[in-house]
């Protein structure tokens, strides 16, 4: 409600007074409270309308308390909006947190079921495998077979796979003893040894042992070269409590002999231009003889092969007509090279060096 008056108190008509605006405060029929007037002050302090009074108040006083209102509310507002959206944001954080975690514990239990259902199949094919074993080791497969499960589909790749298990233990068993073929003799009293040898990546002869296990350890009857020291080899490596040891050192023996027969054919058969003037039966001596291309002079070369489980010679004596052809760097390289190298494959290098013919 407003209400002007453009005449003050004292009855001064002449000039316009200045108008102040006014609150009231009350209760009247049909208006609402809280209107705003403009009249004169100070004198006048209410008006009249319709038969109501309000009462008012100067603008003046209430200025600076509706200032004060005006600042804080929007404040305080923007702050409580913040703190519910950060409350909404941890909640929904939280949630996510909760949900990821429970699809992780959900995949780990279907990787979990996922294994056992594995380790349940594989137990079954174990135990499959087993009966099929003791099968094949007793040699009555049908009756074993008779009572397996006739729902079993894959009896044949299981009986496959527990031929394969079968010779993976035979292979295994066959390394412990050192890679030797054995075989039972009179029902488990004795045992047969074969032990094959081999010279670059050839194989060559294969030697036999029959050895007696009872009452004590010794060899009955075999097949192995007289200049091999086999029962010197027997003593000195213990065969009474260590017969894989024994075996290594005799098979060392044997591809040694064979490697270097294995040499000195090669020798007769590649270089045509080489002679050999001497060599034993157990070949770990080697005369040859060698001819300069360009002085056409002869050179007589032994090997001495002092070590019998080795294929190379440990010492290498050249003899000339030419007292200083051995001790030349030439040839000295050359003795140094058939200590190092076969003799065959010496022989081939001296040979583009211009050595010999």
Same mark, same amino acid.
């Given at each position: 409600?407003?209400?002007?008056?453009?005449?003050?108190?004292?009855?001064?008509?002449?000039?316009?007074?200045?108008?102040?605006?006014?609150?009231? !405060?009350? @209760?009247?029929?049909?208006?609402?409270?809280?209107?705003?007037?403009?009249?004169?002050?100070?004198?006048?302090?209410?008006?009249?309308?319709?038969?109501?009074?309000?009462?008012?108040?100067?603008?003046?006083?209430?200025?600076?308390?509706?200032?004060?209102?005006?600042?804080?509310?929007?404040?305080?507002?923007?702050?409580?909006?913040?703190?519910?959206?950060?409350?909404?944001?941890?909640?929904?954080?939280?949630?996510? @947190?909760?949900?990821?975690?429970?699809?992780?514990?959900?995949?780990?239990?279907?990787?979990?079921?996922?294994?056992?259902?594995?380790?349940?199949?594989?137990?079954?094919?174990?135990?499959?495998?087993?009966?099929?074993?003791?099968?094949?080791?007793?040699?009555?497969?049908?009756?074993?077979?008779?009572?397996?499960?006739?729902?079993?589909?894959?009896?044949?790749?299981?009986?496959?796979?527990?031929?394969?298990?079968?010779?993976?233990?035979?292979?295994?068993?066959?390394?412990?003893?050192?890679?030797?073929?054995?075989?039972?003799?009179?029902?488990?009293?004795?045992?047969?040894?074969?032990?094959?040898?081999?010279?670059?990546?050839?194989?060559?002869? !294969?030697?036999?042992?029959?050895?007696?296990?009872?009452?004590?350890?010794?060899?009955?009857?075999?097949?192995?070269?007289?200049?091999?020291?086999?029962?010197?080899?027997?003593? @000195?490596?213990?065969? @009474? !409590?260590?017969?894989?040891?024994?075996?290594?050192?005799?098979?060392?023996?044997?591809?040694?002999?064979?490697?270097?027969?294995?040499?000195?054919?090669?020798?007769?058969?590649?270089?045509?231009?080489?002679?050999?003037?001497?060599?034993?039966?157990?070949?770990?001596?080697?005369?040859?003889?060698?001819?300069?291309?360009?002085?056409?002079?002869?050179?007589?070369?032994?090997?001495?092969? !002092?070590?019998?489980?080795?294929?190379?010679?440990?010492?290498?004596?050249?003899?000339?007509?030419?007292?200083?052809?051995?001790?030349?760097?030439?040839?000295?390289?050359?003795?140094?090279?058939?200590?190092?190298?076969?003799?065959?494959?010496?022989?081939?290098?001296?040979?583009?060096?211009?050595?010999?013919?």
């Amino acid at each position: 409600m407003v209400c002007e008056r453009k005449q003050c108190a004292s009855g001064d008509r002449t000039g316009t007074t200045a108008l102040s605006r006014v609150t009231f !405060t009350g @209760q009247h029929c049909g208006y609402p409270v809280g209107g705003v007037v403009t009249q004169q002050p100070p004198k006048s302090k209410t008006c009249k309308r319709s038969g109501c009074l309000h009462r008012i108040k100067y603008v003046q006083k209430n200025k600076e308390k509706d200032s004060g209102n005006m600042e804080g509310a929007p404040a305080k507002g923007v702050l409580s909006h913040l703190s519910l959206l950060e409350v909404k944001a941890r909640s929904r954080k939280t949630q996510l @947190q909760q949900q990821s975690r429970v699809m992780e514990l959900k995949a780990k239990v279907e990787a979990l079921k996922t294994q056992r259902e594995q380790l349940k199949a594989q137990i079954q094919t174990h135990q499959d495998l087993q009966k099929l074993r003791l099968a094949m080791d007793k040699q009555c497969a049908d009756e074993e077979e008779e009572n397996m499960e006739e729902e079993s589909e894959n009896s044949k790749l299981l009986r496959l796979m527990a031929r394969h298990t079968q010779l993976k233990d035979l292979l295994h068993a066959h390394h412990l003893i050192g890679g030797y073929d054995i075989i039972k003799t009179r029902k488990g009293k004795g045992a047969c040894v074969s032990i094959a040898t081999a010279y670059e990546d050839v194989f060559l002869d !294969t030697f036999n042992l029959e050895i007696d296990l009872k009452p004590t350890v010794k060899i009955s009857r075999h097949n192995i070269p007289p200049f091999i020291p086999l029962n010197n080899l027997a003593e @000195q490596n213990n065969m @009474q !409590t260590d017969l894989r040891v024994f075996l290594d050192t005799l098979s060392k023996h044997l591809n040694a002999f064979a490697g270097r027969k294995q040499q000195l054919k090669l020798v007769k058969e590649k270089h045509k231009s080489v002679e050999v003037m001497e060599s034993n039966v157990l070949c770990s001596l080697l005369v040859l003889l060698f001819t300069v291309p360009r002085e056409k002079t002869a050179v007589l070369c032994t090997l001495d092969y !002092t070590d019998h489980t080795r294929c190379l010679p440990t010492r290498v004596h050249l003899e000339s007509e030419d007292k200083q052809l051995p001790d030349s760097p030439q040839w000295k390289k050359n003795c140094t090279l058939l200590m190092e190298t076969p003799v065959h494959k010496a022989l081939i290098t001296m040979k583009k060096m211009g050595s010999i013919a």
